[in-house]
T-cell receptor, first 113, second 117 residues
Framework: DSGVTQTPKHLITATGQRVTLRCSPRSGDLSVYWYQQSLDQGLQFLIQYYNGEERAKGNILERFSAQQFPDLHSELNLSSLELGDSALYFC????????????FGEGSRLTVL | AQTVTQSQPEMSVQEAETVTLSCTYDTSESDYYLFWYKQPPSRQMILVIRQEAYKQQNATENRFSVNFQKAAKSFSLKISDSQLGDAAMYFCAYSSRLHNQGGKLIFGQGTELSVKP
């Protein structure tokens, strides 16, 4: 158990809809990262938040947005969903220590029909 | 921008044998981290081993060891005495130590390892 909690584990929705994925980082971790894993794109970094502020941005579509709340949990919002958005979405967190390691949640499996 | 390349989409090893997974990366930085993560069928991402670029000594974790060649930008993973539970997708990953990079991981495409009994 990594200590990172993601909900929901599975989500099935239709094209054009909007979903919200939630992540609770390990206790004390200030950084939250979101990744998308799909068969054709591999593991792609989407966005990082540190203590409530956006720290780094990767290949995140404009239809996607994220935020980190004062209690440090984070949400990834996916809107106007397309078939190609079907993927496994991972949240990871890291602490203050200089190890570089990210701790991953179990992922949220999104299926867009 | 940094890139990570795993040129072996699939590998196979006999139980109790040794296998080496390859990884190369490209960066202009001198200080960084390198990782191998394992993703079993459960899809959970699990850290296998970690290497700091400024350390010349290769990292070792039980049956897992790396061959870190900084000049060649190569970072291979050796699994000794392979076990059935080692069957998984293995990802090589890079992380910059520059503060403005935030600590994100850049992953390779992965190598699917199967272990034959």
């Amino acid at each position: 158990d990594s200590g990172v909690t993601q909900t929901p584990k599975h989500l099935i929705t239709a094209t054009g809809q909007r979903v919200t994925l939630r992540c609770s980082p390990r206790s004390g971790d200030l950084s939250v990262y979101w990744y998308q894993q799909s068969l054709d794109q591999g593991l792609q970094f989407l966005i990082q938040y540190y203590n409530g502020e956006e720290r780094a941005k990767g290949n995140i579509l404009e239809r996607f947005s994220a935020q980190q709340f004062p209690d440090l949990h984070s949400e990834l919002n996916l809107s106007s969903l397309e078939l190609g958005d079907s993927a496994l979405y991972f949240c990871a967190s890291s602490g203050r220590g200089e190890t570089g390691e990210l701790f991953f949640g179990e992922g949220s499996r999104l299926t867009v029909l | 921008a940094q890139t990570v390349t795993q040129s072996q989409p699939e590998m196979s090893v006999q139980e109790a044998e040794t296998v080496t997974l390859s990884c190369t990366y490209d960066t202009s930085e001198s200080d960084y981290y390198l990782f191998w993560y394992k993703q079993p069928p459960s899809r959970q991402m699990i850290l296998v081993i970690r290497q700091e670029a400024y350390k010349q000594q290769n990292a070792t974790e039980n049956r897992f060891s790396v061959n870190f060649q900084k000049a060649a930008k190569s970072f291979s993973l050796k699994i000794s005495d392979s076990q059935l539970g080692d069957a998984a997708m293995y990802f090589c990953a890079y992380s910059s130590r520059l503060h403005n990079q935030g600590g994100k991981l850049i992953f390779g495409q992965g190598t699917e390892l199967s272990v034959k009994p």
